[in-house]
């Protein structure tokens, strides 16, 4: 039976052998919201970059600059972290170019995976749908908070494993703390999120409705994959 494994922020991502394996990318609030969000929503492709200055250089030639650093917008940049900045007309059919606190770093430690795929709750069930078809072992790559694990993107992982469950193994107990996280709170997963450091966080910029959407399941069909140094729709 294949096997999946949660790797619960990216300073272990080390102890992953991620050779052969589909890696997926995680950070609920809000970089991977956005990602999905934007690729559903008409963007033609987005390039996470490590930088602010690598966001600088790319947008001199001419694609739209997003991002932030603890949560608030880079001095600069076109647009913020929102999900529902990558909504607008300003970025439909443009290329985008970000680097955030944790996303993008989760998303560029990834890459020796065969595949790299970009998860949300957003996009939970189509996700689980091309796991379950994929024939690969499975990575979960939470972001975290500057190297430490987060509520949000545990609870991800497990509400992940869980549609998974019949047709792949949990494999380490990162996966297991997760899935059992998952399961304690399913029925409460906004009230629970809600009450995480980073949602604490993001709470004094406003951000309410954000918290709220990033944790809403299924509102799009689309799966963003990581290919030639940017993301863009798999499927």
């Not at 001199?60 to 001095?75: C, F, L, Q, S, T």
């Not at 987060?150 to 047709?167: K, R, S």
């Amino acid at each position: 039976m294949r096997k999946i494994e949660v790797c619960l922020t990216p300073e272990l991502i080390h102890q992953y052998d991620l050779e052969g394996k589909i890696a997926v990318a995680v950070d609920i609030f809000r970089a991977t919201s956005c990602m999905v969000s934007g690729i559903a929503n008409g963007v033609a492709d987005i390039y996470p970059v490590a930088t602010v200055d690598e966001c600088f250089e790319l947008g001199k030639e001419g694609m739209i600059m997003a991002g932030e650093r603890g949560g608030i917008k880079v001095d600069g940049f076109d647009i913020g972290n929102s999900p529902f900045d990558y909504m607008s007309d300003e970025v439909k059919g443009k290329s985008v170019v970000v680097s955030t606190t944790n996303g993008t770093r989760t998303i560029l430690a990834s890459l020796n995976a065969d595949e790299v795929l970009i998860g949300a709750f957003l996009n939970i069930g189509v996700l689980a749908e091309y796991l379950k078809n994929a024939q690969k072992d499975v990575v979960i790559h939470c972001a975290g908070w500057k190297g430490t694990v987060n509520l949000e993107d545990t609870l991800f992982a497990g509400a992940l494993i869980n549609l998974l469950i019949d047709q792949m193994e949990i494999s380490g107990d990162s996966a297991l703390i997760a899935h059992q996280l998952y399961l304690a709170n399913q029925d409460k997963l906004l009230e629970i999120a809600r009450q995480s450091a980073h949602a604490q966080r993001l709470s004094g910029f406003g951000v309410a409705k954000d918290i709220e959407f990033c944790m809403t399941s299924n509102q799009y069909e689309t799966i963003p994959v990581y290919v030639d140094g940017k993301l863009k729709s798999l499927n």
